[in-house]
């Protein structure tokens, strides 16, 4: 049946965000990614509205042929990949605590990343996008922080892999293609839910976690420059305020300081307010459903706060 533009607009204005108009047309790669972003985060279901006049021609057949054997390199597609890696890697993180940071984030970054991919009449192999951001996200040891580079590093690989889909088949019935976006959206949403109803205090020690990362990104020049001047002897190691070292700390120390959640050699003042802020999110008490989980961070959090006041009662002594 061919596809009417007007009908198409109408959908667009309707119900736009939710990717209504890109179901009607067949992209359901781009349905589903508006489904789970909300038209892009609006922005995208604005910028819909030039592109429709194309799309429906595409959708009746009329396109003319593919210009070479590959599709042209996309700015926009990048900076898409990038962002909707970014945020899946967030709701990973977000939704799946117990899961390895290891295994969550990479593969939900690469998923992003490998949806945005798919959106129109092109795609990327799956195994080089996925490969680049556990490979880059091993690098970084898993942190939350990860999820930028291994968003840029499974964009990269996406463009250096990205292909033209098979020639259209035949999409199946109506039914079908709804059942399938619903599962994409039950796996994406159900872990968030859940997470939502496992408790406040959850929520709140995942939201802490995410924006200690938006932190950390927001410096991340200033301190890879840092870095870069110490390796090149320009200027020497920070000196803590308990008078040791950034190289003196101990794998033990190194432990704590990421078991609070904040930078190695943070102030004693840091350190006593990260540690009252988790201890409140994992106290046992506040935790009845995930008991388990919780009395092991409440735990490990006691250790890492004695490990560090000893630290620095020792070297305040020395």
Known sequence: ?????????????????????????????????????????????????????????????????????????????????????????????????WVPALVAQ????????????????????????????????????????????????????????????????????????LYHLGLACLAFGAPLVYRGLSGAAGVLGALLAVSRAATELLFLPFGTIRLLAEFLGVTAAPESGTGFKASGWSERQRWAYEVLGIPAGSSAEDVHRSYRELVKVWHPDHNRQRAEEAEKRFIELQEAYAELVGARRAAGAA
């Open 1 to 97: 049946m061919a596809k009417r533009l007007l009908v198409a607009y109408g959908l667009w204005a309707l119900g736009g965000p939710l990717g209504l108009h890109h179901l009607y047309l067949g992209r359901d790669s781009h349905a589903l990614l508006w489904l789970l972003t909300l038209g892009g985060f609006g922005g995208g279901w604005l910028w819909d509205a030039w592109h429709l006049p194309r799309w429906v021609a595409d959708a009746n057949g009329a396109s003319g042929e593919r210009g070479g054997t590959a599709p042209a390199l996309s700015a926009v597609r990048a900076a898409g990949q990038v962002a909707v890696g970014m945020y899946f890697g967030l709701m990973a993180a977000l939704a799946l605590p």
């Open 106 to 177: 990479p593969l939900a970054v690469g998923l992003g990343v490998l949806l945005v991919s798919s959106v129109g009449d092109q795609t990327a192999e799956a195994p080089s996008v996925l490969a680049a951001a556990f490979l880059t996200s091993a690098i970084f040891q898993g942190r939350v922080l990860a999820v930028l580079p291994a968003s840029v590093a499974a964009s990269i690989a996406a463009q250096r892999h990205r292909r033209y889909k098979r020639r259209r088949t035949p999409q199946p019935r109506l039914a079908a293609r």
